[in-house]
C-alpha cells in the first residue's frame, strides 16, 4: 500500500493536470496488486481485510490523478460491481459520514470516482471547452446500467461532497502520517524536496484553505454536472423505482449546495456572469458546478414535469387545477408548512423551487401563456396554489382535521411503495441532506410564488381568490375559535410595531440596495429578524403564546405579501405612517411640541421653480407640516388660512406642473399614455436634481394620503419598489420594440445571423444618434442563434434599466427619502397607483361619501338642502358621479378603503342665496351654480328650494367644468 502511494504521489505531484505522465509499468504492477488484494477481500466482513479497504481509499483513491494515471486494464477492474459497488462506494460513503474522509481528500477522492465512473477526463488547466470531451464520453458509463451502482455512487458523491465542505479532520491527520512513513524511505534529495511538498499541502489544509479546492471540483468533477450524466442517472435511478427520483434530487441538492460552499470557503467570489468573443454567455458561469446542474434542470423540457408528477402521486398535490374552481384553494397536503410534510418530499420540492426560480428568470409571458412551457396552464395553476398555500403555513401551520386526514392517508400506502420509498430515504436520511431540503424550500418557494404572481399581474391565468384563500380560511377559523380570546390573533397595531422595529418589512434600516433581494427574491430574508438572525417559523408561530402570530404576519407580509388581500395591507400602511408621524411627532405642530413647520411662499406663474428652491433641500424634514403662501400674478398674496388645503393644493399643482412635456422630465408610453422618467432629463440642467424633488413630493403625498390626478408606468413601480423590470415589462414600454425581440427569440435559427444585429442600442438624444454597446466590443459582436437568448435580454434590461437607470434613480431617491421601498414592497405596481391615485373608477359609493362627509356654516345632515342632494346625487349616473367627485377634490377617484381616509375631509359649506318665498310652489328658485374649493375638499352649495334646480346646476358645473376658486 505504501508503494503504490509512492509511486501514485511521485507520478501524479502535478495533480490531477499533468497526471497523464503517470502511465508507468512499475505503478500498473502496484495497482495490478492492491486491486488482486481488494477483490479476494471482496466477501471478507472481517478486520483486518475491512481495514485494508479503508486504507485503500484513504491512501489510493484520495491520490490526485489516480483515475488518469490508471491504464485501462486497471480501470476495468476497479469498475467491476465487486469492487466498485460493494467496496469502494460504500466505504467511501462511510469513511465521509464518520469524518475520516473530508477536506481536500474528499474531493480527490470524489474525481476519482466521477472519472472513473463516467469515462471522462479531467479538463485542462483553465480550459472551459466541455463539448469535445462530453462527445469522447458518450457510452463510458457503463456502471450506471445497474441502477444499485447508479445508488451506491449518488451516495458517494453527496456524502464525499458534503464532507469536502468541511475542513479536513481524520483523514489529513491518517494521510499525513502515511507520508511521513514514505518520506522516511526516500534518499535525503528527494525527501527534501518531498517534505516541502508535504508541508504545503499540511499548510493548506490546516489553514482550511480551499484555493486549489475550487479547481479539482469544476476541472475534475465538471461531468458530474454534464447534461448528459444527469439524464443518465435520472433514467437509471428511476427504471427500477419512481422513488430513485428522491435520490437523484439528493444527488442534485448536493452538488447545488456544497460546490457553492466548497467555493466560499475558498475565499473565491462566484464567477460574474460574462462572455467570450462569441457572445457565449456561460463562458465564465458553466465552470461552476451549481450552476451547470441549476440549468441542466431548469432548462430541460422534461425534468421539472417529472418532479411535478412525483410530487403530485406522492405528496398529494394536484397535477393540474381548473380556472373555473373557486374552492379547494388552500392545498391541504401543504397545511403543516415544510416541517408538517416528509423529508423526501421536502428534498424534492426543494429542488424543484430552486430550478423553476431558475427558469422563471428567462421565462416570458408567451412561453407561459401561448406555448405554455414547461407546463400547460392547468399545471401552472396547480403549482401555484402549492406553493402560495406552502408560504402561507410556513408562517400559519394548520394543525386542522383536513390535515391529519390527509397524513393518515399517505401512511396508508401499499406496502411495497413503503418499501421502496425506505430504500429511497435510506440514501438521503442524512440530516445534512435533509436540511439542505428545508433550505430551498424555505428560500425558493416565495421567489417561485412571487415570479408567478407578477405574471398573474401582467396577464391573468389564475382565480381572483387563490392567492388570498389561505388567508380567508386562517381568519374565519381564528374567528370562529378565538371570539372570547382575542390575544392570540395578531392585530393591526402589533403588526405593525413588528413591521417597523424589523421582524418583517422593517423601515429604513431594510437592504433597500440591494434590488434582487428586495423584490424578486424577497424570501431571502423572509425569517430575518432585526438582529439579522434567521428566525424560524416554529419559533414565531408558537403553540397558543399571545402576541406571537403578529411576528408571523409580519414575515408573511414580506416574503409573500399577496398572499394577504389589499385591503388589510392598506390598512397596515397606513397605520405604519400613522406610528412614524408619531415617532418623528411630524403629525404635532410646533406648539404642541412637533418640529418647526417648513414655510413656502410661491408664485404661480414660477410654481416649481419657487418650490424646488423652497423645498429642494428638506430631507427627512419633509415630513413636517407644510405653511404655503400662494402669490398671484399680480403679486399680491392670496389670502386664506392653511389647514391642509393649501398643502394639497401645492402638491397637486408641483406634481401636474412637473410631469408636464415642456420640462421634458417625464414621458409617457405609447398607447395608454403611463407616466415614466424621461432618459434625456439628465442633459437638462438641474434635470436629476429635479427629478429627486419630483419624487419627494409624490412620497409627501403618500405620507399625507393626498391623492394626485397620475399614473405611472408599472415597470417603472417596479423599479421604486427595488426590483429589477425584465423582458415582459419591456411590452408596457415599447410594444413594438418587445414583439420585435419576441420575434428574435422564435426566429429559425439558420436565418437570425441573416438579421443583421449586433450587440448593441440606439437611441436618438436630441437629433443625434447614440449608440450604446450591450457588451464591450458589442458593436461588432454579431447575434447568432447561440447567443440570441442573451442579446434578447440584455437590450430590454438596457433599455428598461440601464438607459432609465440615472433618471429613475434620482426619483426613487427622493421618494425613499420619505417612505422607505421596502414599505412599498407589499404593493403590486397596479396597487402603487391606486395608493396614489385611489380606487379603480368602479362607481362612487354614495352611501360611503355620506357617511363620512363634513358640514358647514349652517348644513347639517337633517338640512332640507342636504337631504335633496343626497337623493339628487343617488340618481346620478356612474360617470355624472365621478364628474362630481373631480369636480370637488380634483381626482374622479374615490380614496381607498373610503372617504373615511380623504386628506382633507370631504365637506359641503353652506352658501346662503336669496330665493322667491314661492320657489317651493315654481317660483324662481336660486341662480348661482355651485362651486368648489378643491385644495379643501369642498362643494359650496347653495340653498336651493327644487330638486330640479339643484340637480340642473349641478350637471352644468360638473360638465363644465366650472366654479373652481379658492375660498
Same mark, same amino acid.
Given at each position: 500500500?505504501?508503494?503504490?502511494?509512492?509511486?501514485?504521489?511521485?507520478?501524479?505531484?502535478?495533480?490531477?493536470?499533468?497526471?497523464?505522465?503517470?502511465?508507468?509499468?512499475?505503478?500498473?504492477?502496484?495497482?495490478?496488486?492492491?486491486?488482486?488484494?481488494?477483490?479476494?477481500?471482496?466477501?471478507?466482513?472481517?478486520?483486518?481485510?475491512?481495514?485494508?479497504?479503508?486504507?485503500?481509499?484513504?491512501?489510493?483513491?484520495?491520490?490526485?490523478?489516480?483515475?488518469?494515471?490508471?491504464?485501462?486494464?486497471?480501470?476495468?477492474?476497479?469498475?467491476?460491481?465487486?469492487?466498485?459497488?460493494?467496496?469502494?462506494?460504500?466505504?467511501?460513503?462511510?469513511?465521509?459520514?464518520?469524518?475520516?474522509?473530508?477536506?481536500?481528500?474528499?474531493?480527490?477522492?470524489?474525481?476519482?470516482?466521477?472519472?472513473?465512473?463516467?469515462?471522462?477526463?479531467?479538463?485542462?488547466?483553465?480550459?472551459?471547452?466541455?463539448?469535445?470531451?462530453?462527445?469522447?464520453?458518450?457510452?463510458?458509463?457503463?456502471?450506471?446500467?445497474?441502477?444499485?451502482?447508479?445508488?451506491?455512487?449518488?451516495?458517494?458523491?453527496?456524502?464525499?461532497?458534503?464532507?469536502?465542505?468541511?475542513?479536513?479532520?481524520?483523514?489529513?491527520?491518517?494521510?499525513?502520517?502515511?507520508?511521513?512513513?514514505?518520506?522516511?524511505?526516500?534518499?535525503?534529495?528527494?525527501?527534501?524536496?518531498?517534505?516541502?511538498?508535504?508541508?504545503?499541502?499540511?499548510?493548506?489544509?490546516?489553514?482550511?484553505?480551499?484555493?486549489?479546492?475550487?479547481?479539482?471540483?469544476?476541472?475534475?468533477?465538471?461531468?458530474?454536472?454534464?447534461?448528459?450524466?444527469?439524464?443518465?442517472?435520472?433514467?437509471?435511478?428511476?427504471?427500477?423505482?419512481?422513488?430513485?427520483?428522491?435520490?437523484?434530487?439528493?444527488?442534485?441538492?448536493?452538488?447545488?449546495?456544497?460546490?457553492?460552499?466548497?467555493?466560499?470557503?475558498?475565499?473565491?467570489?462566484?464567477?460574474?456572469?460574462?462572455?467570450?468573443?462569441?457572445?457565449?454567455?456561460?463562458?465564465?458561469?458553466?465552470?461552476?458546478?451549481?450552476?451547470?446542474?441549476?440549468?441542466?434542470?431548469?432548462?430541460?423540457?422534461?425534468?421539472?414535469?417529472?418532479?411535478?408528477? &412525483?410530487?403530485?402521486?406522492?405528496?398529494?398535490?394536484?397535477?393540474?387545477?381548473?380556472?373555473?374552481?373557486?374552492?379547494?384553494?388552500?392545498?391541504?397536503?401543504?397545511?403543516?408548512?415544510?416541517?408538517?410534510?416528509?423529508?423526501?418530499?421536502?428534498?424534492?420540492?426543494?429542488?424543484?423551487?430552486?430550478?423553476?426560480?431558475?427558469?422563471?428568470?428567462?421565462?416570458?409571458?408567451?412561453?407561459?401563456?401561448?406555448?405554455?412551457?414547461?407546463?400547460?396552464?392547468?399545471?401552472?395553476? /396547480?403549482?401555484?396554489?402549492?406553493?402560495?398555500?406552502?408560504?402561507?403555513?410556513? &408562517?400559519?401551520?394548520?394543525?386542522?382535521?383536513?390535515?391529519?386526514?390527509?397524513?393518515?392517508?399517505?401512511?396508508?400506502?401499499?406496502?411495497?411503495?413503503?418499501?421502496?420509498?425506505?430504500?429511497?430515504?435510506?440514501?438521503?436520511?442524512?440530516?445534512?441532506?435533509?436540511?439542505?431540503?428545508?433550505?430551498?424550500?424555505?428560500?425558493?418557494?416565495?421567489?417561485?410564488?412571487?415570479?408567478?404572481?407578477?405574471?398573474?399581474?401582467?396577464?391573468?391565468?389564475?382565480?381572483?381568490?387563490?392567492?388570498?384563500?389561505?388567508?380567508?380560511?386562517?381568519?374565519?377559523?381564528?374567528?370562529?375559535?378565538?371570539?372570547?380570546?382575542?390575544?392570540?390573533?395578531?392585530?393591526?397595531?402589533?403588526?405593525?410595531?413588528?413591521?417597523?422595529?424589523?421582524?418583517?418589512?422593517?423601515?429604513?434600516?431594510?437592504?433597500?440596495?440591494?434590488?434582487?433581494?428586495?423584490?424578486?427574491?424577497?424570501?431571502?430574508?423572509?425569517?430575518?429578524?432585526?438582529?439579522?438572525?434567521?428566525?424560524?417559523?416554529?419559533?414565531?408561530?408558537?403553540?397558543?403564546?399571545?402576541?406571537?402570530?403578529?411576528?408571523?404576519?409580519?414575515?408573511?407580509?414580506?416574503?409573500?405579501?399577496?398572499?394577504?388581500?389589499?385591503?388589510?395591507?392598506?390598512?397596515?400602511?397606513?397605520?405604519?405612517?400613522?406610528?412614524?408621524?408619531?415617532?418623528?411627532?411630524?403629525?404635532?405642530?410646533?406648539?404642541?411640541?412637533?418640529?418647526?413647520?417648513?414655510?413656502?411662499?410661491?408664485?404661480?406663474?414660477?410654481?416649481?421653480?419657487?418650490?424646488?428652491?423652497?423645498?429642494?433641500?428638506?430631507?427627512?424634514?419633509?415630513?413636517?407640516?407644510?405653511?404655503?403662501?400662494?402669490?398671484?400674478?399680480?403679486?399680491?398674496?392670496?389670502?386664506?388660512?392653511?389647514?391642509?388645503?393649501?398643502?394639497?393644493?401645492?402638491?397637486?399643482?408641483?406634481?401636474?406642473?412637473?410631469?408636464?412635456?415642456?420640462?421634458?422630465?417625464?414621458?409617457?408610453?405609447?398607447?395608454?399614455?403611463?407616466?415614466?422618467?424621461?432618459?434625456?432629463?439628465?442633459?437638462?440642467?438641474?434635470?436629476?436634481?429635479?427629478?429627486?424633488?419630483?419624487?419627494?413630493?409624490?412620497?409627501?403625498?403618500?405620507?399625507?394620503?393626498?391623492?394626485?390626478?397620475?399614473?405611472?408606468?408599472?415597470?417603472?413601480?417596479?423599479?421604486?419598489?427595488?426590483?429589477?423590470?425584465?423582458?415582459?415589462?419591456?411590452?408596457?414600454?415599447?410594444?413594438?420594440?418587445?414583439?420585435?425581440?419576441?420575434?428574435?427569440?422564435?426566429?429559425?435559427?439558420?436565418?437570425?445571423?441573416?438579421?443583421?444585429?449586433?450587440? /448593441?442600442?440606439?437611441?436618438?438624444?436630441?437629433?443625434?444618434?447614440?449608440?450604446?454597446?450591450?457588451?464591450?466590443?458589442?458593436?461588432?459582436?454579431?447575434?447568432?442563434?447561440?447567443?440570441?437568448?442573451?442579446?434578447?435580454?440584455?437590450?430590454?434590461?438596457?433599455?428598461?434599466? /440601464?438607459?432609465?437607470?440615472?433618471?429613475?434613480?434620482?426619483?426613487?431617491?427622493?421618494?425613499?427619502?420619505?417612505?422607505?421601498?421596502?414599505?412599498?414592497?407589499?404593493?403590486?405596481?397596479?396597487?402603487?397607483?391606486?395608493?396614489?391615485?385611489?380606487?379603480?373608477?368602479?362607481?362612487?359609493?354614495?352611501?360611503?361619501?355620506?357617511?363620512?362627509?363634513?358640514?358647514?356654516?349652517?348644513?347639517?345632515?337633517?338640512?332640507?338642502?342636504?337631504?335633496?342632494?343626497?337623493?339628487?346625487?343617488?340618481?346620478?349616473?356612474?360617470?355624472?358621479?365621478?364628474?362630481?367627485?373631480?369636480?370637488?377634490?380634483?381626482?374622479?377617484?374615490?380614496?381607498?378603503?373610503?372617504?373615511?381616509?380623504?386628506?382633507?375631509?370631504?365637506?359641503?359649506?353652506?352658501?346662503?342665496?336669496?330665493?322667491?318665498?314661492?320657489?317651493?310652489?315654481?317660483?324662481?328658485?336660486?341662480?348661482?351654480?355651485?362651486?368648489?374649493?378643491?385644495?379643501?375638499?369642498?362643494?359650496?352649495?347653495?340653498?336651493?328650494?327644487?330638486?330640479?334646480?339643484?340637480?340642473?346646476?349641478?350637471?352644468?358645473?360638473?360638465?363644465?367644468?366650472?366654479?373652481?376658486?379658492?375660498?
Amino acid at each position: 500500500m505504501e508503494s503504490l502511494q509512492q509511486q501514485c504521489q511521485g507520478a501524479g505531484s502535478g495533480g490531477i493536470f499533468n497526471a497523464a505522465a503517470a502511465r508507468t509499468a512499475g505503478l500498473q504492477r502496484v495497482f495490478d496488486v492492491a486491486i488482486t488484494a481488494l477483490e479476494v477481500f471482496c466477501c471478507a466482513k472481517q478486520q483486518p481485510w475491512q481495514g485494508f479497504t479503508d486504507q485503500f481509499v484513504l491512501v489510493v483513491m484520495t491520490t490526485p490523478g489516480l483515475a488518469v494515471a490508471a491504464a485501462g486494464p486497471i480501470k476495468a477492474r476497479l469498475l467491476d460491481p465487486a469492487v466498485l459497488r460493494l467496496q469502494l462506494l460504500p466505504v467511501s460513503t462511510r469513511l465521509a459520514s464518520q469524518g475520516q474522509l473530508s477536506g481536500l481528500a474528499a474531493l480527490h477522492c470524489l474525481a476519482n470516482l466521477a472519472q472513473l465512473v463516467t469515462g471522462c477526463s479531467p479538463l485542462p488547466n483553465k480550459s472551459n471547452d466541455r463539448q469535445p470531451q462530453l462527445q469522447a464520453a458518450t457510452g463510458a458509463s457503463q456502471p450506471f446500467s445497474d441502477p444499485q451502482t447508479a445508488w451506491a455512487f449518488c451516495g458517494a458523491v453527496m456524502h464525499l461532497l458534503a464532507a469536502a465542505s468541511k475542513p479536513a479532520s481524520k483523514s489529513f491527520v491518517f494521510i499525513k502520517q502515511h507520508k511521513q512513513r514514505l518520506h522516511n524511505g526516500r534518499n535525503a534529495a528527494n525527501g527534501s524536496q518531498y517534505e516541502g511538498e508535504v508541508a504545503s499541502n499540511d499548510i493548506s489544509q490546516a489553514n482550511g484553505s480551499r484555493a486549489s479546492a475550487t479547481e479539482v471540483l469544476q476541472q475534475g468533477c465538471w461531468m458530474l454536472a454534464s447534461q448528459q450524466h444527469l439524464l443518465q442517472l435520472m433514467k437509471v435511478l428511476t427504471s427500477h423505482s419512481q422513488d430513485g427520483i428522491v435520490v437523484w434530487a439528493g444527488y442534485c441538492v448536493h452538488l447545488l449546495q456544497d460546490c457553492h460552499r466548497i467555493t466560499q470557503l475558498s475565499g473565491k467570489k462566484e464567477p460574474n456572469a460574462a462572455t467570450d468573443s462569441k457572445g457565449n454567455r456561460n463562458s465564465i458561469d458553466s465552470s461552476s458546478l451549481s450552476k451547470s446542474v441549476l440549468n441542466v434542470i431548469a432548462f430541460h423540457p422534461g425534468l421539472l414535469p417529472a418532479m411535478w408528477r &412525483w410530487l403530485a402521486l406522492t405528496a398529494g398535490l394536484p397535477l393540474e387545477a381548473p380556472l373555473q374552481a373557486s374552492r379547494g384553494l388552500d392545498i391541504a397536503a401543504v397545511a403543516g408548512g415544510p416541517e408538517g410534510m416528509q423529508p423526501h418530499v421536502v428534498l424534492v420540492l426543494g429542488l424543484f423551487c430552486r430550478s423553476l426560480a431558475q427558469l422563471l428568470l428567462v421565462l416570458d409571458d408567451a412561453d407561459l401563456h401561448t406555448h405554455q412551457t414547461p407546463f400547460s396552464l392547468g399545471t401552472s395553476r /396547480a403549482v401555484v396554489s402549492t406553493l402560495n398555500s406552502l408560504v402561507f403555513h410556513t &408562517w400559519f401551520p394548520d394543525a386542522s382535521q383536513a390535515l391529519k386526514q390527509h397524513q393518515q392517508r399517505q401512511q396508508q400506502l401499499p406496502q411495497q411503495r413503503m418499501q421502496q420509498q425506505q430504500q429511497a430515504l435510506a440514501i438521503t436520511q442524512a440530516a445534512t441532506t435533509a436540511a439542505y431540503g428545508m433550505e430551498l424550500v424555505r428560500q425558493h418557494a416565495p421567489v417561485v410564488l412571487r415570479g408567478y404572481y407578477e405574471r398573474d399581474a401582467r396577464q391573468r391565468f389564475c382565480q381572483p381568490n387563490l392567492w388570498t384563500e389561505p388567508y380567508s380560511n386562517l381568519m374565519a377559523s381564528l374567528n370562529a375559535q378565538h371570539k372570547q380570546e382575542r390575544s392570540t390573533v395578531a392585530t393591526t397595531a402589533a403588526v405593525v410595531q413588528a413591521l417597523l422595529v424589523g421582524v418583517g418589512l422593517g423601515s429604513e434600516d431594510s437592504d433597500g440596495d440591494n434590488p434582487a433581494t428586495s423584490i424578486t427574491s424577497p424570501a431571502l430574508r423572509a425569517g430575518a429578524s432585526s438582529s439579522g438572525s434567521p428566525v424560524s417559523p416554529a419559533t414565531v408561530v408558537g403553540a397558543g403564546v399571545p402576541g406571537l402570530r403578529t411576528g408571523a404576519l409580519a414575515s408573511l407580509l414580506r416574503c409573500a405579501p399577496q398572499a394577504v388581500p389589499f385591503c388589510a395591507r392598506l390598512e397596515l400602511f397606513r397605520q405604519m405612517l400613522q406610528q412614524d408621524k408619531a415617532r418623528g411627532r411630524w403629525n404635532l405642530s410646533p406648539v404642541e411640541g412637533g418640529p418647526p413647520s417648513l414655510k413656502l411662499t410661491v408664485r404661480r406663474d414660477v410654481l416649481l421653480e419657487d418650490a424646488y428652491r423652497g423645498l429642494g433641500g428638506a430631507g427627512h424634514n419633509i415630513k413636517a407640516r407644510l405653511q404655503v403662501t400662494f402669490v398671484n400674478a399680480q403679486g399680491l398674496a392670496e389670502a386664506g388660512i392653511d389647514q391642509g388645503g393649501l398643502m394639497k393644493e401645492l402638491l397637486e399643482q408641483i406634481v401636474a406642473a412637473g410631469t408636464q412635456p415642456e420640462y421634458g422630465l417625464f414621458t409617457t408610453t405609447q398607447g395608454s399614455g403611463l407616466l415614466y422618467p424621461n432618459p434625456a432629463a439628465e442633459a437638462i440642467p438641474q434635470g436629476l436634481a429635479l427629478l429627486k424633488f419630483l419624487g419627494m413630493m409624490v412620497g409627501k403625498a403618500l405620507y399625507e394620503g393626498i391623492l394626485l390626478n397620475l399614473s405611472f408606468a408599472p415597470f417603472f413601480l417596479l423599479s421604486l419598489q427595488g426590483g429589477r423590470p425584465g423582458l415582459d415589462d419591456l411590452a408596457g414600454l415599447d410594444s413594438t420594440l418587445h414583439t420585435s425581440l419576441l420575434a428574435v427569440k422564435a426566429c429559425p435559427a439558420a436565418d437570425v445571423e441573416h438579421l443583421g444585429l449586433t450587440f /448593441a442600442a440606439e437611441q436618438q438624444l436630441f437629433g443625434k444618434t447614440v449608440e450604446s454597446e450591450l457588451l464591450p466590443g458589442g458593436s461588432s459582436l454579431p447575434v447568432t442563434a447561440d447567443n440570441r437568448l442573451l442579446y434578447v435580454h440584455l437590450l430590454a434590461d438596457w433599455h428598461l434599466n /440601464a438607459r432609465l437607470g440615472r433618471a429613475a434613480a434620482a426619483f426613487a431617491g427622493g421618494l425613499s427619502g420619505v417612505l422607505p421601498p421596502s414599505w412599498l414592497h407589499p404593493f403590486s405596481p397596479e396597487e402603487l397607483n391606486e395608493l396614489m391615485s385611489g380606487g379603480q373608477d368602479e362607481g362612487l359609493d354614495i352611501d360611503d361619501m355620506a357617511r363620512y362627509v363634513q358640514y358647514s356654516n349652517g348644513y347639517s345632515e337633517s338640512s332640507s338642502t342636504i337631504k335633496m342632494f343626497w337623493t339628487v346625487v343617488s340618481g346620478f349616473t356612474a360617470e355624472q358621479r365621478r364628474l362630481l367627485l373631480r369636480f370637488i377634490t380634483s381626482t374622479s377617484r374615490a380614496p381607498l378603503g373610503g372617504f373615511k381616509h380623504l386628506q382633507p375631509p370631504l365637506t359641503v359649506h353652506k352658501v346662503d342665496c336669496g330665493s322667491s318665498p314661492l320657489a317651493l310652489l315654481g317660483g324662481k328658485d336660486v341662480d348661482r351654480l355651485p362651486s368648489a374649493s378643491t385644495c379643501y375638499n369642498m362643494l359650496k352649495l347653495p340653498n336651493y328650494k327644487r330638486a330640479a334646480t339643484m340637480r340642473q346646476k349641478l350637471l352644468y358645473a360638473i360638465g363644465a367644468g366650472a366654479g373652481f376658486e379658492l375660498s
